[in-house]
């Protein structure tokens, strides 16, 4: 991964050690769903209770988008971006560069969101 990345307003908001952060997210909301489902399976709960597998998959699904796409949503809605170490955020300066991060941010929430709603489909339907 290059470390050279730069601000770049609705589509680069975050470096390589946000980046890794929102990766390990990933990670932990893959094993949650998994864990999830397993015990919702396990326990031959109702169809639409499998739909609790909606929120582990949402962890996954939002860290996964947001380490893809290197823009955090939060700090697209906040105004701030961080391409240095962890929690050295800095304010976005343009009222146009502010409009579209938060219009990325808005992409990402409902990429996610279907991300997070297909994996508790085909969980329902098991």
Same mark, same amino acid.
């Given at each position: 991964? $290059? $470390?050279? /990345? +730069? &601000?770049?307003?609705?589509?680069?908001?975050? *470096?390589? @050690?946000?980046?890794?952060?929102?990766?390990?997210?990933? &990670?932990? *909301?893959?094993?949650?769903?998994?864990? +999830?489902?397993?015990?919702?399976?396990? +326990?031959?709960? #109702?169809?639409?209770?499998?739909?609790?597998?909606?929120?582990?998959?949402?962890? =996954? @699904? !939002? *860290?996964?988008?947001?380490?893809?796409?290197? =823009?955090?949503?939060?700090?697209?809605?906040?105004? !701030?971006?961080?391409?240095?170490? /962890? *929690?050295?955020?800095?304010? !976005?300066?343009?009222?146009?560069?502010?409009?579209?991060?938060?219009?990325?941010?808005?992409?990402?929430?409902?990429?996610?969101?279907?991300?997070?709603?297909?994996? #508790?489909?085909?969980?329902?339907?098991?």
């Amino acid at each position: 991964m $290059s $470390s050279d /990345l +730069t &601000y770049i307003p609705g589509t680069c908001n975050i *470096g390589p @050690s946000e980046i890794k952060r929102r990766r390990s997210v990933a &990670y932990l *909301g893959a094993v949650l769903t998994i864990i +999830t489902t397993v015990a919702l399976l396990a +326990t031959h709960t #109702s169809h639409l209770v499998h739909f609790a597998v909606f929120i582990p998959a949402m962890i =996954f @699904s !939002v *860290g996964l988008v947001q380490s893809t796409k290197k =823009f955090c949503f939060a700090f697209g809605l906040s105004g !701030v971006f961080n391409l240095g170490a /962890l *929690g050295k955020v800095e304010r !976005v300066a343009s009222k146009e560069a502010r409009a579209a991060d938060r219009a990325m941010a808005l992409r990402i929430l409902f990429q996610s969101t279907v991300i997070a709603f297909l994996i #508790s489909a085909i969980v329902a339907i098991l």
